[in-house]
């Protein structure tokens, strides 16, 4: 059983492989998630680009949300075997940025500003390359709006994007996920993180609290255990945990 990452750079290079996985199985929509607070995406991209280095599934293209993210990229990562682009140009379309030797591509952090510019890139794609989204911010609803194009567009392709890594800090634990494995929660334990259920779908909302609340010990039992920590807190301390 695949555990926790202990480091951030561990999560990346689980990311990664996961990663390398889903596209090996044939699935072309994907995107990784790894939600801690204050994450800058750069580093982060870059220390994914580089452990997918000699795989199979090379991305040819990689695309910020603006000019100023991709010109960042180019001054601080040097020599690189991909495109460094933003998608957001107005220069030239999405469409015109595609070329039929383009293997896969990787957007880095797009927001649901981008969402109808990563369609238009994916369809100029074809269903049959793969484009990967790392920590896409798309479902913000008063962007995307709330009303019927919002659902159409969801119906259309948001749905279609396979989670095939998540990492998320809970008030309570930890909402896990690295393909081709199930989505897992885990409890937080004064000794560290012990994975309390797995599942094929991800849990959200009261599901999740319904997890939580299943797995809790007996009124008599919990006096003897230190108070839970607040999500903050809990967050916080994972993250130390990872950073070292």
């Known amino acids: 059983m695949l555990e926790l990452p202990k480091t951030l750079n561990e999560a990346i290079d689980q ?29 982060v991209a870059e220390r994914f680009l580089s452990t997918e280095e000699g795989n199979t599934h090379n991305f040819n293209k990689i695309f910020f949300p603006d000019a100023g993210a991709a010109a960042l990229a180019r001054r601080d990562w040097g020599d690189v075997p991909f495109e460094l682009l933003d998608i957001s140009t107005k220069r030239v379309s999405v469409e015109e940025q595609i070329q039929p030797e ?39 609803v008063s962007i995307v709006g709330i009303g019927y194009a919002g659902r159409q567009l969801r119906d259309r392709f948001l749905k279609n994007i396979q989670s095939c ?16 494995g199930l ?15 797995e599942l094929p779908n991800k849990p959200v909302g009261d599901d999740l609290d319904l997890i939580f609340a299943g ?13 839970k920590l607040s999500m903050f807190a809990s967050m916080q301390r994972f993250m130390k945990a990872l950073s070292r």
């Open 15 to 43: 990311a990664s492989n996961a990663t390398q996985s889903a596209i090996s199985d044939g699935n072309n929509r994907l995107q990784v998630e790894i939600l801690l607070p204050e994450l800058n995406p750069m580093p």
């Open 215 to 227: 797995e809790t010990t007996t009124p008599s039992e919990d006096t003897a255990k230190p108070k």
């Open 165 to 180: 890594y998540y990492l998320r800090p809970l008030e309570e634990g930890t909402l896990f996920r690295c393909y081709p």
């Open 102 to 140: 383009d293997e896969a591509i990787l957007c880095i952090a797009p927001t649901a500003q981008e969402v109808l510019q990563i369609e238009k890139l994916c369809n100029a794609l074809g269903e049959n390359r793969p484009v990967v989204l790392l920590n896409p911010r798309l479902e913000d």
């Open 183 to 197: 989505w897992q929660v885990w409890r937080e334990t004064t000794d560290g993180y012990e994975l309390i259920k």
